[in-house]
């Protein structure tokens, strides 16, 4: 009778593309995890600029100065987060590295260049512009931040 002594070369490819196969598969699905969680931590981030631009809205009008609300109209949004995002560059028109966020002085709009484009269907740079919402009596009666088109 004679021993085996090991496995073949046969063997040996095929448990080699067996470990290939699954790590392909297994990044592929750690990119969509990654895509799906830059997507939740931007909506996150710029819900939070809208319950923030809701809560400085409604402290002018608790006071009475409803007059006070087209001050918001060319504010940095980010102001209303309380915390700086991740990225954040402060007032520059030049658009920065993936990841990163940046207020337009010139347009007054907020832009995000993505790490990952092809979770917002290949947009290389989202914009968000505070605009004003109705009018009572020639004075702004609300305002929302909204996505802009590129």
Known sequence: MRKHRG????????????????AAALLDRLTGIEQAAERTEIE?????????????????????????????VDANPVGFLGWLPQGYRGEAAAPGGPGTWRFDPAT????????????????????WKLASQGSVGGRIAGMRLESQPN
Not at 45 to 70: C, F, K, P
Not at 109 to 124: D, K, M, N, S, V
Request: charged content about 30%.
């Open 108 to 127: 007054h709009a907020l832009a995000y260049r993505p790490r990952q484009p092809e979770a917002f269907g290949g947009r290389t740079e989202l914009r």
């Open 7 to 22: 496995r073949s070369k046969l063997e040996f490819l095929v448990i080699v593309a067996l470990f290939g196969i699954l």
């Open 44 to 72: 996150l981030t710029v819900r939070n600029m809208r319950v923030g631009l809701q809560l400085a809205i409604g402290e002018r009008l608790m006071r009475g100065e409803e007059h006070r609300l087209a001050e918001l």
